[in-house]
C-alpha cells in the first residue's frame, strides 16, 4: 500500500538489521509491553509474516528507507460460543527515533486502519497505549480512533510500575460511515540531513 508518500510493505532479509537497530532502542522499549526483541526472534518472525494468516504487519518504507514498523494482528473477537473469528484487528506501530517527528508514526497508523477495513474487511480495530503516551494517543486520535477505555493501573512497568493504560477503537460502520478519507493527512516530512 501507498499513502501519505510512504509504502508498506511485507519486510524481507535487507531489512533486518535497520529493523534490529530501532526496535531495541531504550526510548522505545520503555512504551513497550514486549521490550527487549532478540534480535533472531526479530528476523524470523518478520519473515515469516507473508507465511501468516493472521499477521499483516508491515515496514514503512520512505524515500527507499526503511523508518517504521507497523503491526496488524487478526484476533477473535470475544464472546459466547460460537462468536464469529478472525474478526478483529490489532494495530501497533514503532517509529525509527531517528526519523520520529515527522507524521510517519500517524501516516502509519492511517494505513494499518485503512487496510483493516479496506482489504482484510474486518470488523472492528483497537489499539492500546500507555496513557501517558502523549505521541502514540495523539497518532491514535490523528488517525481517526475513538477513545473507548481508560483502565486505572493495569500495566506493569518494569521501571514506574502499574500504569494507566489507553485503549482506542473504530468500527466497520464507523469506518464506512466516514466516506471518502477526509482526515486530514500527516505532513510526513523528508528528514533533514
Ligand atoms: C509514538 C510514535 C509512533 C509517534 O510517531 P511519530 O512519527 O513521532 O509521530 P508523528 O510525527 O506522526 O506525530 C504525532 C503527534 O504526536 C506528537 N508527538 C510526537 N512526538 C512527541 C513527543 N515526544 N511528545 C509529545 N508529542 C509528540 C506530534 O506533535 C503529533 O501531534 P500533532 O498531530 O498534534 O502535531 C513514536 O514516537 C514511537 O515509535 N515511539 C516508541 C514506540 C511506541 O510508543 N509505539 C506505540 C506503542 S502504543
Known sequence: MRLDGLV?????????????????????????VRTHVDPDDLRR?????????????????RDGQVVAMG??????????PGHPTGTDGVIGYVVDPRAAG???????????????FDRLGLRRVTAAANADNVASVRVLERAGMR??????????????GWLDEVEY?????????????TSRAP???TRAT
Open 8 to 32: 508498506f510493505r511485507e519486510a524481507v532479509e535487507p531489512d533486518v538489521p535497520v529493523l534490529q537497530s530501532f526496535r531495541n532502542d531504550p526510548g522505545v522499549n520503555h512504551f513497550m
Open 147 to 160: 477513545r473507548e477505555r481508560l483502565s486505572l493501573k493495569a500495566l506493569w512497568h518494569q521501571e514506574l
Open 71 to 80: 503491526f496488524l494482528d487478526i484476533v477473535d473477537g470475544s464472546g459466547q
Open 102 to 116: 515527522q507524521g510517519i508514526g500517524t501516516a502509519t497508523a492511517r494505513a494499518l486502519v485503512r487496510a483493516a
Open 187 to 189: 505532513d510526513v516530512r
Open 45 to 61: 518472525e518478520w519473515l515469516a509474516v507473508p507465511h501468516s494468516p493472521t499477521d499483516y504487519s508491515c515496514v514503512v518504507e
Open 169 to 181: 477503537a473504530l468500527l466497520d460502520e464507523e469506518w464506512d460511515a466516514r466516506g471518502p478519507d
